[in-house]
């Protein structure tokens, strides 16, 4: 059983800065797996915002390009999503996923709400 846990959501001004965690737990070798954040817009599909791989080598979707940093620490089996200079388009829910193949995620977590107000 793996446990994908996110957090750090929350309603904040458009400018503004969130860091989401995810912290991830059971029959999971966190170190050899592709962690990534996905955002789901209501009434839009989910879609990739960054991704890691277990060595730290980052992608990131053009539209958070320079605004977002995706990073992990494999002690904590934690990945992390700084994001500065939020806009209204980034609210929606954020899921953390992991894998072993780049867009195939294995798993899931339940999601944390982001709401960047105008």
């Known amino acids: 059983q793996v446990q994908l846990v996110e957090s750090g959501g929350g309603l904040v001004q458009a400018g503004g800065s969130l860091r989401l965690s995810c912290a991830a737990s059971?029959?999971?070798?966190?170190?050899?797996?592709?962690m990534g954040w996905y955002h789901q817009a209501p009434g839009k599909q989910r879609e990739l915002v960054a991704v890691i791989s277990h060595n730290s080598i980052t992608n990131y979707a053009d539209s958070v390009k320079g605004r977002f940093t995706i990073s992990r620490d494999n002690g904590e089996n934690t990945v992390y999503l700084q994001m500065n200079s939020l806009k209204p388009e980034d609210s929606g829910v954020y899921y953390c996923?992991?894998?072993?193949?780049?867009?195939?995620?294995?798993?899931w977590g339940k999601g944390t709400l982001v709401t960047v107000s105008s």
């Open positions: 059971g029959s999971i070798f966190f170190n050899t797996n592709i």
């Open positions: 996923s992991a894998g072993l193949v780049f867009g195939k995620p294995d798993y």
